[in-house]
């Protein structure tokens, strides 16, 4: 296992793409915050099939972010395994089921009208 290491916000979104992406997080979308909000420097939205999976999904991230950087990220909602938040300080993780995903529709809230989402 190697040293925890300082990652920048663009180091910390790759790795969180990486991570989410080989465990099969479906509809992964990045948006970029830089300069829009004071909250972080990225937000990543995904969807997982089930609770398990989420939830899953979620502990994975969290676990690997620890590895890495040392740091524990906030991760809060794992339990329910229908809307997890993991925070790491400059990038916001949201892992939700499909249908609790669609009903709060956090894209929307965030992009700017005629602003399409990054797709990871």
Known sequence: MSAPQELSSEEQLSLILTSLDDDKAEEIVKIDLRGKSSIGDFMVI??????????????????KLKQTTGR??????????????????????????PEVRE???????????GQAATTA
């Open 46 to 63: 995904c969807s997982g099939r089930s609770t398990r999976q989420v939830s899953a999904m979620s502990q994975k991230l969290a676990e």
């Open 72 to 97: 524990t990220a906030k991760v809060e909602g794992k339990e329910t395994g229908d809307w997890v938040l993991i925070d790491t300080g400059d990038v916001i993780v949201h892992v939700f089921r």
């Open 103 to 113: 009903f709060y529709q956090l894209e929307k809230m965030w992009l700017q009208p």
